[in-house]
């Protein structure tokens, strides 16, 4: 802690109060989110004539008869999609961590974690449909087939098409939160007497670092599991359509002419609520005995082995995963300039820009709104995790365990649980359908992010060097300003970046905030899904990979450039 | 007249209810001070309570003065109390100029005047022209040079030493050792030395206080 800074300016008097305005404008919209949409789901809706308590909507719920299926594929889709991304991410780590091939997979974590999940979805949706490049890469001295094979591969019944698109995305997220966890925890020793004491690399990493480790990424395993559970662009690429997922019917009736119909999107997303809470508590249990079990295992003695099968398996995983994007993107491209293209051809007959020239100036605005929008929401974001940062440094307000939970309220509550409310109470504020309700909605999810992502390099910048700044006579702001920002000016560039990319990938928000009104090249993107003409779609899906990307290029050469001279500071 | 140069009055430290340290002596100008102890025996949280950077985790009472002016509750820019520490500590993002500059008060004005001041510094330490060098491309010793000067720039009215000669190899501690004490004493600043190694104290000569 700094003491003694000054307290005279109304800058800082404000600063004590920024950790609970920050903590403000994230949990109070979900909570107010979430009233109002429990709200109608009751029944009570003055603007539509639901001025009583009834149950009548969820009648009508689970009336419909697709309720069963779409509960079960939201619970079993976002269970499996969580389970491999956390066993992939564990067996990597296990299996791999302090190789070189470790450091390669962390480089490549950036780049992947950029790419917007719509992005993704398209790109895998176009490598493994009937006409995609896998089947045109394995036809027909393969297969034999000449033309489409008339199979279900996209948005199919059990939802393994959505699975395996969540996976590719919450792999890297989750790697880069364990690479976190693994910072803090003296993994080397434990790993390394575990191996004296003659246990395989693999085993010696799940006895003695994985429970650590899983105990500080639990939160965020947390956020995929509500995430992968609820998602809706992800499912309008990827997910069954008969019937959809439970989030992607909610977002159907909210958006129906029927005004109604309201009454029961509300109750499903009440509904939808009460699903990932009790999916939740279940995991929590499934913790608890998987953790027994642990112990049961970790007192047998057993050394283990396999150690190469699983380094073979988990590297396979890791490359099929991230291919999965890379070569999704790739295909984007290629869609983006093909001129006629026949089945099986692996590449289009012919190239033309034609797609991107007839599209130029209805790209051009769009790209500007999604900029802007992303541009303020990850500045405003930014400033209140720095405010939040050197208030914790200057008056010691460390968030608590439970602070912990409420910046992850936004990424746990599912959005369509809360922002279908948002929307309601919006709209009677006369507060929605504009660029500025869309900003507000979008730091709600941005701010989360930037802060997970700054705090630790934040907290781990020497002290010592704002002590020897004080003696020679700055004050607390020029520590911040002239010695420890500039010091940090890579993971803020990151953390702005991070943020940069959230803010672009964001679809429900931006619509329902935005009232279909905003239009971003995400909204833009996921709504020509429908169209299926994958020329289009790829122009939009690539403008905005490459939006969300060119802030990560930023934070790479930025201070690259700035600090060619400075040594100290090339890997800071 | 007040009494020049650096006084503990009564000074008490404690953690978790245990005093550490209980110090009550005075520094003259010119002289050093060599406070000796174990680890742990509270020799650093010392003297971040005398140059006010203690943390909010130890309870602390006592009087600092600093030429007979109580500076205990003044904030750690406003004491002119210099520190130099283990390491360097030289600012990364800064140039060697530039970390000199950041020591120079703002009374001194003008571009001119200022960079006339940090040419004359390099001078003195043996590093003229290296104003425009990346810190990280120093050696140790050329580095403590530089930290040493930042901190005499800065214009303080007394200086703590946090062991800062432990890191250096026999050859260039013994040097530092002498241009720190040198400066110190043409400077007419009181010392104060926190060391464990009895080289420094002997190579200080002054008096040695020691925390169990």
Redo the contacts between chains.
Sequence with gaps: ??????TTTARARLLPWAPFLTLAIMVGPVVAGVLGTIGPAFGYMPALGGDAITLTAFVMLFDWPGITRASVLSVTTGVAATSLSLLLVALICAAWSGSRAFRIIERMLSPLLSVPHAAAAFGLAFLIAPSGWIARATSPWLTGWDRPPDLLILQDPLGLSLIAGLVVKEVPFLLLMTLAALTQIRTVQARDTALALGYAPVTAWFKTIFPRVYAQIRLPVYAVLAFSMTVVDVSLILGPTTPSTLSVQILKWMNDPDLSLRFLASAAAVWQLALVIGTLILWRLAEFAVARLGRIWVTTGTRGGATRSIKALSLTAAILSASAIALGILGLLVWSFAGFWSFPDLLPGTFTTRTWMRHTTNLWPVITETLIIASVSTFVALLLTLACLEAEERH?LKPGTRALWLLYLPLIVPQIAFLTGLQTLAIYTGLDGNRTAVIAVHIVFVLPYVFLSLADPFRAW?A????????????CD?VLW??RL??L?RPILIASAVGFAVSIGQFLPTLLAGAGRVQTLTTEAVALASGGDRRVISVYALSQTALALLPFALALFVPAIL?R?????RH? | MPDPGLTLDGVVIRRDGRTLVDISDHVAPGEVLTVMGPSGSGKSTLLSYIIGTLDAGFAAQGQVKLNGTDITDLAPEARHVGILFQDDLLFPHLSVGENLAFGLRASIKGRAERKRKIDAALEDIGLAGFAARDPDTLSGGQKARVSLMRMLLSGPKALLLDEPFSRLDTERRDKIRELVFAQARANGLPVLLVTHDHADADAAGGRVHRLD
Excluded: E, I, K
């Design positions: 802690m700094t003491p003694r800074c000054d010691g020497d010592r060097y704002g002590r020897v700044a004080r003696a020679l006579g700055a004050g020029g002239r010695v500039p010091m000016l600090w001279n400075r040594r100290g500071l800071a």
